[in-house]
């Protein structure tokens, strides 16, 4: 659904930014970002930057539930007038535009299964409740469903490093296990699954993640919801790999011992914190 065809409040949800960085991680400075405004039809929108000084940028495209598209670009000296980007490479997809991939609801940069978790716990909501989040309603109709759930399937193990041009961008900051705050919209006594996950990790050894919550809002079920227990307290989760190093009312820390071969390195899912409403509202969860 094309953004100038939503009610003006959903659209807002669905925006798309673009930043250029001075490397991926980086926030843009001042003037270096835009949201892109509905131009035609089928979702086409353009951006404008202007007063880009010269140098070496990372064009970052963004939606929410999208995969983050990013590329270097080049802006040369003055008086070389407007740049007009465009996506590199021969992708079908593309055609001129650059066309974003749907799917990564929990914006850790890869279509996975923390993504599936995260639709699942917000089914059926829709943009006039409090759990609504538009990162899960993936065509933007307002609601949760199943044509979210095909979307997110048809992208499913897709990454931001598969763009066409992606390939040069820096990702290497961003190694190790995935910091991140997930945003919950509470319905008191639901269940809500946050997970942690890794990306080009060389090592788990001497890591660990601390998992911040607010215990007035959020009671820990369990910190590997995936091994089908409860595991709420310090001690080792049997079958995951993971220790629960301590625990207390607000704070987890959890630990990892899989080995990752020497030269190798791993993505994917780590574990699964499943959490219980206490109370409805909005509220954060933290993972350091």
């Not at 940028?57 to 980007?85: A, F, K, W």
């Not at 993640?209 to 595991?231: H, W």
């Amino acid at each position: 659904m094309a953004a100038g065809d939503l009610a003006p409040a959903l659209a807002a949800l669905h925006e798309v930014t673009v930043e250029l960085r001075g490397t991926f991680l980086t926030p843009a400075a001042p003037g270096l970002a835009a949201v892109a405004a509905p131009a035609g039809s089928g979702g086409a929108g353009e951006f404008t930057i202007e007063d880009v000084p010269p140098g070496d940028y990372v064009l970052v495209i963004m939606r929410p539930g999208y995969l983050t598209r990013c590329m270097n670009v080049t802006v040369p000296g003055q008086g070389s007038g407007d740049v007009e980007l465009a996506p590199p490479g021969a992708d079908p997809m593309d055609d001129g535009a650059f066309v974003l991939w749907w799917g990564d609801c929990d914006g850790d940069l890869a279509v996975g299964d923390g993504d599936i978790l995260m639709m699942q716990g917000l089914w059926n909501a829709s943009a006039n409740d409090a759990r609504y989040d538009p990162a899960c309603d993936l065509d933007a109709n307002g609601r949760v469903d199943n044509s979210d759930a095909l979307m997110l399937m048809e992208r499913y193990g897709y990454s931001a490093g598969d763009y066409a041009g992606a390939g040069d961008v820096d990702f290497q900051s961003g190694q190790g296990i995935a910091g991140s705050t997930a945003k919950l919209a509470l319905t008191q006594g639901c269940a809500y699954r946050v997970p942690v996950t890794a990306r080009n990790a060389a090592s788990f050894a001497g890591k660990q993640v601390t998992v911040t919550y607010d215990q007035t809002a959020l009671k820990l079920i369990t910190a590997a919801e995936q091994a089908y227990g409860t595991y709420a307290s310090a001690g080792a989760i049997p079958g995951s790999g993971a220790t629960v190093a301590s625990a207390a009312p607000g704070t987890i820390v959890l630990t990892f011992e899989a080995d990752i071969p020497q030269g190798g390195t791993w993505t994917g899912l780590i574990t699964i914190i499943k959490f219980e409403a206490l109370k409805n509202g909005a509220t954060t969860v933290l993972i350091e």
